[in-house]
């Protein structure tokens, strides 16, 4: 299984808590998904104790998974919200950020996050 990390990009911060909690909420509706979305564990900085998380860690292989993943995303994005949304996608060191304005192709993004992983 590979390792996706989403977060919440945008907004003020408590704005992107209260979206990263919908976002992991929406996924964990997803049956083909149940089990493999938790919140992930932030990395504290030096001299901090620890924080909320600030990421959803999702595993995904590379079948069916990643599809309803793109398209659970692709329809989260298109829901009617007060401000815009962009979730960033991180595998590794790589990483896209999909907003709700330019969202056209959403697996295809996560496809090509994923093979550069090898």
């Known amino acids: 299984m590979s ?10 911060s ?5 979206e990263l909690a919908d976002l992991a909420d929406w996924l964990r509706h997803e049956p083909e998904l149940r089990g493999l979305v938790a919140f992930a564990d932030p990395e504290p900085g030096p001299g901090e104790l620890g924080a909320l998380a600030d990421a959803l860690a999702v595993a995904v292989g590379s079948g ?3 599809t309803v993943l793109a398209a659970s995303l692709r ?8 401000s815009d949304v ?9 990483s896209v950020t999909v907003d709700a304005k ?17």
């Open 86 to 94: 962009r979730i960033v996608v991180r595998a590794e060191e790589r």
């Open 14 to 18: 408590i704005d992107a808590i209260d």
């Open 102 to 118: 330019r969202v056209k192709d959403v697996e295809a993004l996560l496809r090509e996050t994923l093979r550069h992983l090898g």
């Open 75 to 82: 329809a989260y994005l298109s829901q009617p919200r007060k």
């Open 64 to 66: 069916g998974a990643l």
């Open 3 to 12: 390792g996706l990390r989403l977060s919440v990009a945008g907004g003020d």
